[in-house]
């Protein structure tokens, strides 16, 4: 239970980061700002949603009822 509010808040921190970062393109004046909005969000954004994969992915590894049976 506290794995999956853990990997919900890390997925929904991305996704914020991502929106962020596609409305600093839209939003900004300059080439230098919309590159740095670009970059920064999307890259903040893309470590959540990876960090939420992989805590899937070892939550399910790990706490898989037949996961003992395999080793």
Do not use: Q
């Amino acid at each position: 239970m506290v794995v999956t509010i853990i990997i919900y808040t890390m997925l929904a921190i991305g996704i914020f980061f991502n929106l962020l970062g596609s409305i600093g393109l839209l939003r900004f004046p300059d080439v230098y700002t919309r590159l740095h909005a670009g970059t920064k969000c999307t890259t903040f954004g893309s470590i959540f949603l990876t960090g939420a994969v992989i805590v899937y992915g070892l939550k399910e590894w790990y706490l898989h009822p037949t996961a003992g049976s395999s080793i």
